[in-house]
């Protein structure tokens, strides 16, 4: 099976080389069929944020996906999402995502609390490896994509998925219109 690549990135198989990414992305991997077909590349990580690293490796905005969490209360229930966007567009996270996890307000998980509760990096944080309970929103845009270019849970690494794997992550819902 040939991994997803991009000419100016190294792929290597994300189930061989759990040391590049984050302990529960490792773990979601190992755990994943989908994990077979996911590259890691190790990446500068002063060049972790996306538009950084898409000038720097030549990678195309439209091939980044960002990944926000964002929460929300109804009736003293917290509600948590993490959200991943094609990185030209932002979530949309006052209107679609505050009616998807039905909430008054919906608003960023602190920095502090979401690279605590998920065990990664700030500017790594990724889909996988979620904490139990958390809804994962994919943009749908996303799974046109070839090869999208995700965070690994580390700022020194990225991951390669194909779009359509996006769409079959665990716990994975396809939300149309989700980046504006």
């Known amino acids: 099976m040939t991994l997803p690549s991009y000419p100016t990135l190294t792929s290597l198989p994300a189930t061989d080389h759990p040391d590049l990414v984050a302990a529960p992305v490792a773990a979601a991997l190992a755990a994943w069929p989908g994990a077979a077909q996911v ?3 190790d990446i500068d990580p002063d060049l972790a944020d996306t538009a950084a690293m ?17 929460s929300g209360a109804r009736a003293g229930d917290e509600r948590i999402a993490a959200c991943v966007v094609r990185a030209d567009t932002r979530a949309d996270v006052n209107t679609l995502v505050r009616k998807l996890l039905d909430v008054r307000k919906c608003s960023f ?15 790594g944080i990724t889909p996988l490896g979620l904490p139990e309970g958390w809804r ?38 396809v939300v149309q219109g989700l980046g504006r």
Do not use: Q
């Open 54 to 70: 898409s000038e720097a490796y030549d990678i195309p905005m439209t091939a980044g996906g960002n990944c926000v969490v964002v």
């Open 39 to 41: 590259a890691v590349v």
């Open 109 to 123: 998980l602190p920095m502090d609390r979401a690279v605590a509760e998920t065990g990664m990096e700030y500017g």
């Open 136 to 173: 994962i929103l994919v943009h749908d845009a996303l799974l046109d994509e070839p090869v999208v270019v995700i965070g690994s849970g580390v700022r020194r690494s990225k991951l390669l998925v194909p779009g359509r794997l996006l769409g079959e992550l665990p716990g994975a819902e």
